[in-house]
């Protein structure tokens, strides 16, 4: 499936298709629209890039193998809930005190009655990530895209975006911490506002 002909349908539409046929493919075009978002989420959590990047790929196989044992309305929401109890569970086992596992997690995260307000505030907060991506410098946003989205090395992006491989690996860096302030500063006035 080429992802590129699916950007007009909408999340829950691809979540309807994935639970009308398991086919993991619709499952992971949605997951491929948060990947960014997510990394930024479990960055934020562990403060270590490498640790982040990993927990992402858990966050997505643990979605891939349970999803479709919950009717989830708010997916932007839930991943969010998913991601960060990921990343709550991970830091209390390095403190060495006992985590839930995930699939408890997600039952919480999947309530029946979900509480609105809480749903809006995740969708809020993922919308301001989005913008922020939006916000940096078209080189650091295609690097960043390319390396964190694509999975793409710094020699690729340098061959495919003619940069230079220092040009490459500073716009990436450049593009991380601009998103990550422009986030807090998004997140600060919204908090400022309510």
Known sequence: ????????????????????????????????????????????????????????????????????????????????????????????????KSAVTITDQMSIANDDEPDQQQHLEKDQLLDQMTTALQELSQEQKLCVTLFYLEKRSYHEISRQTGLTLMQVKSHIQNGKRNLKIALDQKIRKHSNDQ
Do not use: P
């Open 1 to 96: 499936m080429n992802k590129d002909n699916f950007d007009h349908i909408t999340d829950q539409e691809l979540l309807d298709r994935f639970y009308a046929d398991h086919n993991n493919e619709w499952l992971g075009i949605v997951l491929r629209r948060y990947t960014l978002l997510l990394l930024g989420v479990c960055m934020k959590y562990l403060k270590n890039e490498e640790e982040a990047r990993d927990s992402v790929q858990q966050v997505f196989l643990k979605t891939i193998t349970e999803l479709h044992k919950y009717k989830v309305a708010y997916f932007k929401s839930w991943i969010y809930m998913v991601a960060k109890n990921h990343c709550l569970m991970k830091l209390r086992d390095r403190q060495g």
